[in-house]
């Protein structure tokens, strides 16, 4: 690049806080760059718990819940 007097030689002087952005990107996994997860998001995920298989619902039991709302309609 040719200085001018508008266009003075660069002397560096915000190389520093390049490099830290450059070493902060470099920290992070391909992954996390190309499809990052919102951190609401990682907050509202709740915690996985052991659930029936299908087909192991036994319908002759007595109902566990009588007093919720059933999604039968």
């Keep these: 690049m040719t200085t ?3 266009h003075p ?3 560096g002087s ?3 806080e390049l490099r830290k952005v450059i ?7 391909t992954e996390s760059l190309i499809d990052p997860e919102p ?6 995920e709740g915690e996985p718990h052991p659930t029936e298989a299908i087909g ?3 319908w002759n039991r007595a109902d ?3 007093d919720t709302e059933s999604d039968e309609n």
């Design 4 to 6: 001018t007097p508008e």
């Design 9 to 11: 030689a660069h002397d």
């Design 14 to 16: 915000d190389l520093a």
């Design 23 to 29: 070493d902060e990107l470099a920290s992070k996994s």
């Design 39 to 44: 951190a609401a998001l990682r907050e509202a």
């Design 56 to 58: 192991s619902t036994n």
């Design 64 to 66: 566990p819940h009588p």
